[in-house]
């Protein structure tokens, strides 16, 4: 039985991956900052940046939901990260981010991203670059088996659970309906399916709906 820990588990994606690791027999603990809303049986009341390396030791896996939308926290994407990088550095715990779309390259060169494409709205600009800058600074911590996992670009907090997805890598991929659309339901599946397979360690992948 996987032994995970959510992080940020109160959350819309924080729910639905811990609902959908539990509903697959995992041993789920969640880390919130307040009164648990979430099914996992076990929970540990404390901020992101109070959690310590003896509070995630011995889990498979550690799963980082945690999100900043307002401009005076986005820089907290990058600080959370390292906090955690640093309490599993040198471990055998995976840590799994749940990340952004806005990093996804468009073109095989890797020179250009969604958020720099000339249809990008503005008003993510600013979160889509905390979220990039965050990756860029987990892409150097080879002390730390990470999976980053980017969804589409239309993220659907009450999307349907269709029960599959293509799995994608750097690059925006689109379904054969020329979408880039996931629920949050079918992105905890991939999620749940990433940390059950072990596949992609120190590597980005990317979600969307088949």
């Not at 509903?23 to 789920?28: I, L, T």
């Not at 919130?32 to 889990?59: H, Q, S, W, Y």
């Not at 073109?107 to 670059?129: C, G, I, Q, R, W």
């Not at 992105?187 to 120190?202: K, L, N, P, W």
């Amino acid at each position: 039985m996987k032994k995970i820990a959510v992080v940020a588990a109160n959350g819309k994606a924080g729910q639905l991956i811990v609902k959908e690791a539990a509903s697959r027999g995992m041993d789920v603990t969640a880390f919130v900052r307040g009164e648990n809303r979430t099914v996992a049986g076990k929970a540990v009341i404390k901020d992101i940046m109070d959690i310590a390396a003896e509070d995630l030791a011995g889990f498979d896996a550690v799963v980082d939901a945690f999100g900043a939308w307002t401009p005076e926290t986005l820089d907290q994407h990058s600080t959370t990260l390292a906090h955690l990088c640093d309490c599993l550095a040198g471990t055998d715990t995976r840590l799994l981010v749940v990340g952004g779309a806005g990093s996804l390259f468009v073109n095989p060169e890797h020179t250009m991203t969604v958020s720099d494409t000339p249809d990008f709205p503005d008003v993510f600009k600013p979160l889509a670059a905390a979220m990039a800058k965050a990756l860029g600074e987990l892409r150097e911590r080879n002390d730390v088996k990470w999976t980053y996992i980017s969804p589409a670009g239309d993220f659907q907090a009450d999307g349907e659970r269709t029960g599959s997805y293509i799995l994608g890598g750097e690059e925006l991929t689109l379904n054969a309906a020329g979408e880039s659309v996931i629920s949050y339901a079918d992105y905890a599946i991939a999620m749940v399916d990433e940390i059950e397979s072990g596949d992609h360690v120190q590597q980005r992948i990317s979600t969307v709906r088949k």
